[in-house]
T-cell receptor, first 115, second 115 residues
Framework: AAGVIQSPRHLIKEKRETATLKCYPI?????VYWYQQGPGQDPQFLIS???????DKGSIPDRFSAQQFSDYHSELNMSSLELGDSALYFC??????????????FGNGTRLTVT | AQSVTQLGSHVSVSEGALVLLRCNYS??????LFWYVQYPNQGLQLLLK??????LVKGINGFEAEFKKSETSFHLTKPSAHMSDAAEYFC?????????????FGTGTRLQVTL
């Protein structure tokens, strides 16, 4: 079965650079979520989109922005990178089933290292 | 607001022994509860979920969990541990509000299985 695809798997950037992370949800999934997981930490919710509109916002820095496109893929744009942005970034997708969502299915993540 | 608390950041069991990973939740409305497993450098994989109906839910790899409203708990168990069960386990909650709702994770429990 198709899974959530994230690219790239690994990314190394320097401080103050920008980075773009991409997420391709499972086919027919209409909701995308972004999570940040620091070393030894639990995943922290950043932002989510439903039908290309932002549906919820968590602890996402103002330096970060995201969007969902017409084909439902999503991109997380990160500017003015800081050392503390080094983390594993997960994308997850789900599908509305009536009034509720199917469980979140996660990608394998993008490991971002800022030097 | 919703949250989950996982008791014990590290649990060690012998191969063949009972696995018990504890999770308590806090939620203002009926919750949906999940257990996810994360292997090193991989994404989160859904083990099992509780939404409505039967309070004892069975998941993959022989795991099961019981939703106990009176104890606000959703502990994960497996009768007999296998070496391949060594991983990080996250309990998660989302609200049953009828809208696309983010997952909130616990801090995780690292399961070690010894010979």
């Amino acid at each position: 079965a198709a899974g959530v695809i994230q690219s790239p798997r690994h990314l190394i950037k320097e401080k103050r650079e920008t980075a773009t992370l991409k997420c391709y949800p499972i086919p027919r999934h209409d909701t995308v979520y972004w999570y940040q997981q620091g070393p030894g930490q639990d995943p922290q919710f950043l932002i989510s989109f439903y039908e290309k509109m932002q549906s919820d916002k968590g602890s996402i820095p103002d330096r970060f922005s995201a969007q969902q496109f017409s084909d439902y893929h999503s991109e997380l744009n990160m500017s003015s990178l800081e050392l503390g942005d080094s983390a594993l970034y997960f994308c997850a997708s789900s599908q509305r089933q009536g009034p509720y969502n199917s469980p979140l299915h996660f990608g394998n993540g993008t490991r971002l290292t800022v030097t | 607001a919703q949250s989950v608390t996982q008791l014990g950041s590290h649990v060690s069991v012998s191969e063949g022994a009972l696995v018990l990973l504890r999770c308590n939740y806090s939620s203002s409305v009926p919750p949906y509860l999940f257990w996810y497993v994360q292997y090193p450098n991989q994404g989160l994989q859904l083990l099992l979920k509780y939404t409505t109906g039967a309070t004892l839910v069975k998941g993959i790899n022989g795991f099961e969990a019981e939703f106990k409203k009176s104890e606000t708990s959703f502990h994960l168990t497996k009768p007999s541990a296998h070496m391949s069960d060594a991983a990080e386990y996250f309990c998660a909650v989302t609200l049953n509000t009828g809208t696309a709702s983010k997952l909130t994770f616990g801090t995780g429990t690292r399961l070690q299985v010894t010979l």
